[in-house]
Each structure stands twice: as structure tokens, then as C-alpha cells.
């Protein structure tokens, strides 16, 4: 179809120069036996003389033909390049996937084009590579939660008391101990509140020892919303991060932080899923907490389908910062046990006990 184009733009050019220069071209007299050629300049008055007894326009189109039109066949055959190439590029546009090429109109092309995935050079590449992207340490699916219960003492925290109670801009959490005192509940298994996902799990030196983070889903309100459950001062670690666990599932043993304290569980529920180790960057107050008695008392059962639900993995931005191994240990620097407010806890729980046994 192309080779039809340029024929007919050359026989075309060919036509307008004959015509053109057939009007512009004095032809003079014979002189020995020699024809003289005379192309008057444009900008000069055309004088036209014509011998009918000497050369008739047909042999004027004759003799300056064959000199005249090699410029002209170059220009012929460039336009006829021009338009291969536009014609190529439209089918290059057409054979574009994207979503914005789609948007665009399309010219239309023969039936006989060739489109870039029929050529050889563009079935010898080999198709993009699928990019991979791994959820394992971004999100993860949990189950959702069916409701809380206590980590000691499952599901009511029998045997045990809570030594510290949670106040805000001081203590964040609770501290369970066992009713026995002292190191009595050293070792002691920690069960998971509810179903969840682990998202940390280490020791983290200084007055923590062994910590773990559980994060649960849960549907309230007819949404669903996340909770951060901590477990600190562990004696020994039972899971680790990624792992999936279930409510009541046995994932720690209770410890003293290396022999800091007296054995008991440190626990925090987090609204704000972000804090992690870094507590000092956040509000330590009850828009980042919940009071954790009061959390799991109101949430003893909450709705549930079973139904798996995708979390977020790494949303403790700070921690990213801190060189864990780095930091000092107190291992074995025992600070002398609870507090006042922890001996009156127990006593009150040891009287509670009593009394219920009467």
C-alpha cells in the first residue's frame, strides 16, 4: 500500500514540474546544431517564446525531466518515509496496555499492519518480571478476636492479684503477682488474652527483660478495631513474631526482668497500635491506653465469625531506632522487691481469699 502511495505522489510531482518550467522556459534558436538552455530568475519579468517549428511542450517535459525531478523524487520519497513512520507509530500507540493509552483515541490502522507483538524483535523479549511483594513482614491475617480474658489464672485470673493497677503519666499497666509472694510465681505460664498475632517478641535489656507484643482485631460498634496487648518482664518467651495465637494459648512464662523485681506479669492493652517500645514518644495517658481490667471485663465476648482479618506488622516507627543489644542489662541488680502499694494488694486479695473460703 505504500509502494501505491509514492507512485502516485511521483507521477503527480512529475506533472506540476513539467507544467511549471514548461511556462517559465525561453527556448531559443538552433545554433550550430546546439540547444541552449535559459531559466529565467523568479523575480524577473517571464518572457515565454514558443516555436512551434522547433520544441513542443511535450519534448520541453522530455528534456528537463529527467534533470529536474531527482530533487523532487527525493522529497517524494521522503513524505512517503514520513508517512510509513506515522503510520508504524500509530500501531506502536495502539499495542500499548496502560490504562491512560486506553483513554486515548485511536487511529485507525489497515488490517494489513503488522502490530509490535507479530515482530520478531518484540516476541524474543522476555515479559517484565512479576513484582513480588511479600506480606509476611508488613501485614498479616488474624483471627478475629471472640473476646479477652485475664493472661494469669485463665480465664479469671485465679491464684493471682493485681499488685499495681494502671494511672496515667505513671504507671501504664497492671502487675499481676501470685497470691503466694515473693518469687512463688516464678515461671508461672502467661496466656495470650484473646486471638491475635504476634508483632514483637525479645528481650529488650534495661527494667523490661523479655517483653511481647499480641495484636488483636476485634469487631465493635460495627467496625473493626485494633489492640495492642504487652507482656513484660517474661522469664522465658514462648512464641515469636509472626506467629498467630489464640485466646488462652500458653506463649510466655512469668519472670522478674533478670532479677530486677520480684516475679509478676506487667500488662498493657494499647489503643494507639504505634507505640511499641517507645513510650516516652507518646502520650502516656488514657487516649493512648485502657485500662487493662476494665478492657477485658467489657469485652469478655465480643462478635465474631471466625473470619480472618489483615493487620499491620511494623508500626513502631521509634523502636526502629533503638540498638537493643546495646542497651544495659540489670540483670541480677534486684531493686528489693514491690512496693507498699503492691503489700497492700496482696494482703487485701489474701483477705478477699479468706473470706470466700468461709
Known amino acids: 500500500m505504500v509502494g501505491k502511495f509514492v507512485i502516485v505522489a511521483l507521477v503527480f510531482v512529475l506533472v506540476l ?3 511549471t518550467y514548461a511556462q517559465q522556459v525561453e527556448v531559443p534558436r538552433e545554433k550550430a546544431g546546439k540547444v541552449v538552455q535559459q531559466i529565467k530568475h523568479p523575480s524577473a519579468q517571464p518572457v515565454v517564446e514558443v516555436r512551434p517549428q522547433t520544441v513542443a511542450v511535450a519534448s520541453t517535459l522530455n528534456l528537463f525531466a529527467p534533470k529536474l525531478s531527482i530533487e523532487q523524487m527525493r522529497q517524494a520519497g521522503a ?15 495502539d499495542s500499548d496496555t496502560s490504562d491512560e493509552a486506553a483513554l486515548k483515541p485511536k487511529k485507525q490502522i489497515s488490517a494489513n499492519a503488522v502490530r509490535p507483538l507479530d515482530r520478531q524483535s518484540h516476541q524474543s523479549e522476555p515479559p517484565p518480571p512479576a513484582q ?11 483471627r478475629l478476636a471472640d473476646g479477652f480474658d485475664l493472661p494469669v489464672g485463665k480465664p479469671d485470673g485465679r491464684g493471682y492479684y493485681k499488685a499495681r493497677g494502671v494511672r496515667a503519666h505513671g504507671h501504664l499497666g497492671e502487675d499481676w503477682d501470685g497470691v503466694g509472694g515473693g518469687d512463688t510465681d516464678l515461671g508461672d505460664p502467661v496466656y495470650s488474652i484473646g486471638d491475635g498475632i504476634v508483632v514483637f517478641a525479645r528481650d529488650c535489656h534495661q527494667g523490661w527483660g523479655n517483653v511481647i507484643i ?27 513474631r509472626g506467629q498467630a495465637v ?5 506463649i510466655a512464662a512469668i519472670g522478674n526482668a533478670h532479677g530486677l523485681y520480684d516475679a509478676h506479669l506487667h500488662l498493657e492493652i494499647r489503643k494507639n497500635i504505634a507505640i511499641g517500645m517507645s513510650r ?3 502520650a502516656q495517658d488514657f487516649s493512648n491506653y ?3 481490667s476494665d478492657f477485658i471485663v467489657s469485652h469478655r465476648h465480643v462478635q465474631s465469625s471466625g473470619a480472618s482479618y489483615r493487620v499491620a506488622m511494623n508500626t513502631f516507627t ?10 544495659r542489662n540489670y540483670s541480677h541488680a534486684r531493686s528489693g522487691g514491690g512496693s507498699s502499694e503492691s503489700a497492700y494488694a496482696l494482703k487485701k486479695a489474701l483477705a478477699s481469699q479468706s473470706s470466700s473460703a468461709h
Open 214 to 240: 499480641v495484636r488483636h482485631a476485634y469487631r465493635e460498634g460495627g467496625s473493626v478495631r485494633n489492640v495492642d496487648s504487652l507482656y513484660g518482664h517474661l522469664d522465658k518467651i514462648l512464641v515469636r
Open 79 to 93: 513524505l512517503a518515509a514520513q508517512k510509513v513512520k506515522e503510520e508504524n507509530h500509530d500501531i506502536e500507540t
Open 132 to 142: 513480588s511483594i511479600s506480606f509476611s513482614s508488613q501485614t498479616a491475617f488474624t
Open 290 to 292: 485502657y485500662d487493662p
Open 280 to 282: 516516652d514518644k507518646f
Open 246 to 250: 489464640r485466646r488462652g494459648q500458653h
Open 318 to 327: 521509634y523502636d526502629s531506632r533503638i540498638h537493643w543489644d546495646k542497651l
Open 17 to 19: 514540474v513539467g507544467t
